[in-house]
């Protein structure tokens, strides 16, 4: 089910996924398995390509064995009986191992397939959504990153809103019902597709009205994390501006030397800044820390 909104969202993952298999899909997304799709085997060389592993499982001891006939032939003719045996079994030990190690490789499950296999479920793809779910989603998602990569966050200034922890349970739980919606939406239009009915009409109709108090719930909490980014942002712009005002001694330092003596208007305005600038940044922490708050809403 693909999107033409694919590029404004990205991934989605629930929150106990690891780094690696978040990693993973940048380098290889071709490895994960939309929702609809059915969860990914178990896959190895044996069940990827039986006869090509084995016949490339037979070319290496061929070639390991000719090569150790080789050396055997070699060192009889040049080195003493003794020397020659030890190095030959030697040799042979060296060949079991390497023919061992390639058999159990053979065996064993691609890290990469098996990521995508455990965790299928526990993500959702840009082509899990349609486009209204997906600008959806994209907003939401555009809104939780910017939260937490804002340096009031990193700083640690909102850190009674447990941003770290609550938005990825957030965006994860509007992820799933815009998937939900995604799928209902399109069984309707499979649904209406038909002739038009009176029972047709008697069935979708509460179905529509319940689809669409869903898809408002949706964006009541979308507009929630887009009003907290927001009042993020403007708290990071306010601590940028304070950073700014670091550097004030070194700029009246400047003019003490370079002003006519007795003017203190210039250096008077500095203060009355940095006092005002206090102020604002306090009002913005905690503007931000109050839309926050609303985010607690009762799951849709």
Known sequence: MTSSAEVAMEPVFAPGVPEAVRRLYGHRPELFVAADGPRPKR??????APANTLGQLLVWVAVWVGGWLLAVIIMAGTLPA???????VALAGIAVLATGGVLVKSMVEDRGHKAVRVQHGSYLLPGDFDDAAARLLGRAQRSVKTVLEATVTRRGLLDDMQNELVLPEQLWDIAQVLREQTVLRARQRDVARGMATAELDTVLGPQRRALALSVAAIERKVDLLERYAHRVRSADAALRA???????DRYIELLARTEPVGDTTVVQGFADEASALRDTFTRSINAARDAGRTLALPES
């Open 43 to 48: 896959q190895t060389w044996w069940s990827v």
């Open 82 to 88: 003794e020397v020659a045996v030890w190095i030959s």
């Open 242 to 248: 304070e950073a700014a005002l670091a550097d004030g």
